[in-house]
């Protein structure tokens, strides 16, 4: 049994967790920003009570479907994305965490909503203990990443959108300014984790993803200092604290 006094949240101890645990189960979609509040606030920060729920929350996944397991699931993984690579909770926690990532998995199989396959896949990648990238594929659906000039340093910004593929050191929605065409990676070059990505969202069916990540793990050219730098390396730069 969980001894939920001698765990914590955002408030301190963590005794009321359990309740709070009880009206998830019974309105996940309802309760998840309260639920969020105390256990994964902003969704940057997990305590003990936060990796205490995974069982609980897996628990409700595997029970539930539709958005109540949305909820589940994003509950979860936020949680997880909180966790350090290498983490212990990582093994404390293997079982909940397997059956959490084979639901997560499942669903990017059945759901073939494009709003929420970045989202999932993200969770998968929590569940993985994949760090940065849990949470820094957002930009392909939002079509643009702003990151820095690894020379000059000036705000760039990366857009992999539907209109073109270019990067841009001045806002480039408002006025005319220069666009520096991206130079994708081949597709049959890529590597680890992008050749991961690349080929899973191919065979889940969502082209537009695909076509985004050879932008991703491809490299961009600074227009004010002409200095070429990898995409993603510049993404993981302006993420990591
Ligand atoms: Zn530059």
């Not at 910004?157 to 001045?170: H, L, P, Q, T, Y």
Request: aromatic fraction near 8%.
């Amino acid at each position: 049994m969980t001894n939920w006094s001698t765990l914590s949240d955002v408030c301190g101890a963590a005794d009321h967790v359990p309740a709070l645990l009880d009206r998830f189960e019974g309105d996940a979609s309802g309760v998840w920003s309260e639920l969020m509040d105390h256990l994964c606030p902003q969704l940057d920060t997990a305590f003990s009570a936060s990796f205490a729920a995974l069982p609980r929350l897996a628990g409700l996944a595997s029970r539930c479907d539709g958005e109540d397991r949305q909820a589940a699931l994003s509950a979860a993984g936020a949680i997880m994305a909180c966790a350090p690579g290498g983490s212990d909770v990582f093994e404390a926690y293997s079982a909940p965490i397997a059956a959490l990532h084979r639901l997560t998995d499942q669903c990017l199989r059945a759901d073939d909503d494009p709003e929420n396959y970045i989202p999932l896949l993200q969770r998968l990648l929590s569940f993985e203990g994949v760090e940065i990238w849990d949470r820094c594929l957002e930009g392909l659906q939002t079509g643009e990443y702003e990151v820095d000039c690894p020379c000059c340093g000036v705000d760039l910004f990366i857009v992999i959108g539907e209109n073109g593929c270019f990067s841009a050191s001045d806002d480039y929605s408002l006025r005319e300014v220069e666009k520096v065409p991206l130079r994708p990676a081949k597709p049959a070059e890529l590597e680890g984790l992008a050749k991961r990505l690349y080929d899973r969202t191919l065979a889940d069916g969502h082209q537009f993803m695909a076509r985004g990540l050879p932008y991703l793990f491809g490299r961009a050219t600074c227009p004010d200092c002409g200095t070429a730098c990898e995409v993603a390396d510049r993404v993981a730069a302006r993420w990591r604290p």
